[in-house]
């Protein structure tokens, strides 16, 4: 057998492709980040942070946050257009906006601003409250606070204060109703608004998010409410206010054509409009800029067949070509990219706590007198395994005696003991083979699930629903990958369940060599050895989409900066603790305080009543009320 390498554990795990430069292997065999690039010989060994972590009785499961991964991300987003401008001679400017709705937590929106105003980088907002967030933050003078989404008539006055304020806050028109409202406010408060139309594309995508355009989506105008809407608007004295052409067409796009296609449907109107006196001068692409999930580089869902350097191309490239055409202005262009900015900067951390396998946990399986011919039938079906036996035959007909020894049960036939060894020796079958289809240069199509039977369930200690609702939603592959051992060959085909109570509550699509896996390689656990995993990409819509499920809450967050100067390459600069039990159960209309009342009343009962010691009684108090104020996930796990 072939050594394994740390490449080989980097080529399982495909972390180069997905990680984009920020994610790597150790010689030692710890996953490292490398969020500053600036600085890549400085990497961080993630079991690092966990073990400060640990030495600080920080529980697990703990959310990881790369701000440096943030800066960059920003950086490179906004040089990839600047480039591209400058060498397609292109006459307009850039600016980009971040929609919050992708990740809305502070820190992560400060980090945002933070390294976006050197560019005049701005902010999005989709609701009242995300507009009162961006409206919260100074960006310059020179940035856009786009407001998207359906909007009331406080929606339409917030965004005015903005303008009040002298920021350049631009309405975009979602369906024809907003516009009276809009300018009736706009008189109202004696301030000019900047008005955006948004399209209903034509351009068709493909995908989880292809709704998002053609005639079915749920936001925007059509041609002809367009016209309609740029009449009322000029009837009202409004008309220099129309500057931005707004579309959208999927938060995905894995491939490059339809971003392509989209932009020069987008240019082409915009074009036209501009031909007959409307005043505009920008052109919003939208979000769809997508991430590389699965590192495959190709056109699946889950992936992207361009770089950022090719998506900022094709877009001022596109407009440029349409707009020279027509002999029109180049527009400033926008576009709304949250996930591309996001996906990379956070991770889920959990140790994994236990394994739940088929064929743990076996009882005897020597013969017995008067042993059921369908117990030996298994037994012998086995031996002549180990003697050479066709492994498709074996598997077929240990198939059918297992459903024959289940059906006897039933019927009464067979004893519980007699079902119990059929089934040990059922999966010592299935092991054996597996251990001999890894010798076979061809394995049929059905042979291929014994590996997926055999998959052990690794426990981990987080919640699917709350940390990777887009796993369980929308099927969205996210990579996984365990902290250290990277230089060992992983030996244990796993899904990965979580602790909540729910059977869907588990990952069982991971990257594979080609598509999708129903199962991912991780190695055998050490008894006495922590064994930690990190679900990645989950900066964007993960970190703010989970529910309540369970009641588990919010995780416990570490916000990480690199440090060259630091023995470790790093330093905690916040910590902030996740949801505690008296948190949550607030959240769902209970009242902490009154539930720690009515349990005393009814310790105190059972103290009065003779069935419990009065300090026992204080010692269970104390101890609910303890749990009150902790962690809702797994103590010291």
Not at 542 to 556: A, I
Request: aromatic content about 8%; charged content about 25%.
């Amino acid at each position: 057998m072939d050594e394994w390498t740390i490449d080989d554990a980097d080529d399982l795990y495909r972390i180069q492709r997905w990680g984009d430069g920020y994610f790597g292997v150790g010689d030692n065999g710890k996953l490292l980040a490398l969020p500053d690039v600036d600085h890549r010989e400085v990497p961080i060994a993630l079991q690092d942070v966990v073990d400060e972590l640990r030495e600080q009785n920080v529980q697990f499961p703990v959310v990881m946050r790369f701000h440096d991964i943030l800066k960059n991300r920003v950086r490179q987003l906004n040089e990839s257009f600047a480039t591209a401008i400058a060498e397609a001679g292109y006459d307009a400017p850039y600016r980009g906006v971040y929609p919050i709705k992708v990740n809305q937590i502070r820190e992560v929106v400060d980090e945002i601003v933070k390294a976006g105003l050197p560019y005049n980088y701005g902010l999005e907002a989709g609701s009242k409250p995300e507009l009162m967030a961006v409206l919260s933050y100074d960006i310059g003078t020179e940035a856009l606070t786009i407001c998207n989404g359906y909007k009331d008539e406080d929606f339409l006055r917030l965004a005015m204060l903005g303008r009040k304020m002298g920021r350049k806050v631009v309405v975009v028109i979602e369906k024809y109703s907003e516009i009276e409202p809009l300018l009736r406010i706009a008189s109202e408060m004696e301030v000019e608004p900047i008005i955006g139309l948004r399209i209903k594309m034509r351009t068709k995508t493909e995908g989880k998010w292809s709704e998002s355009s053609g005639e079915r989506a749920k936001f925007g105008l059509t041609i002809s409410e367009i016209l309609n809407a740029i009449k009322l608007i000029q009837d009202s004295g409004f008309g220099d206010s129309i500057r931005m052409l707004h579309f959208h067409v999927g938060s995905q796009l894995s491939d490059i054509r339809f971003v392509r296609d989209a932009v020069q449907e987008a240019a082409r109107i915009y074009a036209r409009l501009v031909k007959r006196g409307i005043a505009l001068t920008y052109l919003d692409i939208g979000g769809g800029l997508a991430v590389d999930y699965d590192g495959s580089s190709s056109s699946g869902h889950s992936s992207m067949n361009y770089t950022m350097n090719d998506y900022a191309n094709g877009v001022v490239y596109g407009v440029k070509q349409v707009c020279d055409m027509e002999e029109v202005p180049h527009p400033t262009l926008v576009t709304e990219s949250g996930r591309a900015i996001t996906a990379h900067h956070s991770c889920v951390v959990m140790r994994v706590i236990g394994e739940i396998a088929n064929d743990a946990n076996p009882i005897d399986t020597d013969q017995v007198d008067d042993e059921h011919i369908l117990v030996t039938n298994m037994r012998d079906l086995l031996a002549d395994l180990t003697e050479g036996k066709n492994y498709q035959d074996a598997y077929n007909e240990a198939l059918v005696l297992m459903e024959d020894a289940v059906n006897a049960f039933k019927l009464g036939v067979l004893g519980m003991e007699e079902l119990a060894r059929s089934e040990s020796l059922y999966w010592r079958l299935m092991r054996a083979v597996s251990r001999g289809l890894k010798t076979e240069e061809f394995v049929s199509e059905d042979m291929r699930d014994v590996e997926s039977l055999l998959g052990s369930q690794y426990l981990c200690n987080f919640s699917l629903f709350q940390s990777a609702a887009d796993s369980w939603a929308i099927q969205q592959v996210l990579p996984v990958v365990p902290l250290t051992r990277l230089n060992q060959k992983p030996t244990r085909n796993c899904t990965i369940a979580d602790i909540t109570c729910d059977s869907d509550g588990r990952i069982s699509q991971f990257i594979g060599e080609v598509g999708t896996s129903d199962t991912l390689a991780l190695h055998e656990l050490v008894p006495g050895e922590s064994y930690y995993l990190a679900l990645f990409m989950t900066g964007a819509y993960q970190d703010v989409m989970g529910d309540m499920h369970n009641l588990f809450g919010r995780l416990n967050e570490a916000h990480i900066f690199c440090d060259p100067k630091d023995p470790t390459g790093f330093y905690v600069e916040e910590f902030i603790t996740g949801s505690t039990a008296g948190q949550v159960l607030k959240i769902m209309q209970y009242n902490p305080v009154a539930m720690a009342d009515r349990v005393k009343e009814m310790v105190d009962r059972t103290v009065a009543a003779g069935a419990l010691g009065s300090r026992d009684g204080v010692k269970l108090v104390d101890f609910y009320e303890s749990c009150l104020s902790s962690y809702t996930y797994l103590r010291n796990a």
